[in-house]
T-cell receptor, first 113, second 114 residues
């Protein structure tokens, strides 16, 4: 079946631009996570949704980062006024309600020039 | 918060040999420990996981062991093949819902040579 999909796969932004990254979770998965993966590092948690409710945003690095999931399915991670340190791969994962297994999408590689 | 350490950072083995990757965690409340394989340009792929009520789990050539007392867990790959070459990440979390965010190790780059 279809897995987690993310778009765009690659995004190049000039410093100061706003970007929006999209995640389509596996159908029926209630939980959705965003992670940031810097080059050569493991993924780091950004934020967590259960349905449309954002229950944990403790990992968002600054108020320039904003995530939403208005209908409990597709989610968008928005970064305002991008900085060079925002360059990373942004990964989305989803899981069943009450489940531990998280399934990841292919990621969006963001490069800020 | 939870801290997961992973070693070695790189591992080179000959085809057919075994590979072992080790991780330690800091928070005794952690109870779920997945392992992910990440190939270049792709997202992490779940390959095996273990829960804290089990000491060992095996799936074909892959096995994971957990020592709760020592707070460490390991991935064992036997009869390695070139397609096993990738970066492997261990992770830990403390349950479901708001406790389900994963804390990852820093990764092990495994290279299987012919």
């Amino acid at each position: 079946g279809a897995g987690v999909s993310q778009s765009p796969r690659y995004k190049v932004a000039k410093r100061g631009q706003d970007v929006a990254l999209r995640c389509d979770p596996i159908s029926g998965h209630v939980s959705l996570f965003w992670y940031q993966q810097a080059l050569g590092q493991g993924p780091e948690f950004l934020t967590y949704f259960q349905n449309e409710a954002q229950l944990d945003k403790s990992g968002l690095p600054s108020d320039r980062f904003f995530a939403e999931r208005p209908e409990g399915s597709v989610s968008t991670l928005k970064i305002q006024r991008t900085q060079q340190e925002d360059s990373a791969v942004y990964l989305c994962a989803s899981s069943l309600v009450g489940g531990n297994e998280q399934f990841f999408g292919p990621g969006t590689r963001l490069t800020v020039l | 918060g939870e801290n997961v350490e992973q070693h070695p950072s790189t591992l080179s083995v000959q085809e057919g040999d075994s590979a072992v990757i080790k991780c330690t965690y800091s928070d005794s409340a952690s109870n779920y420990f997945p392992w992910y394989k990440q190939e270049l340009g792709k997202g992490p792929q779940l390959i095996i996981d273990i829960r804290s009520n089990v000491g060992e789990k095996k799936d074909q050539r892959i096995a994971v062991t957990l020592n709760k007392t020592a707070k460490h867990f390991s991935l064992h790959i036997t009869e390695t093949q070139p397609e096993d070459s990738a970066v492997y990440f261990c992770a830990a979390n403390q349950g479901t819902g708001t406790a389900s965010k994963l804390t990852f190790g820093t990764g092990t780059r495994l290279q299987v040579t012919l």
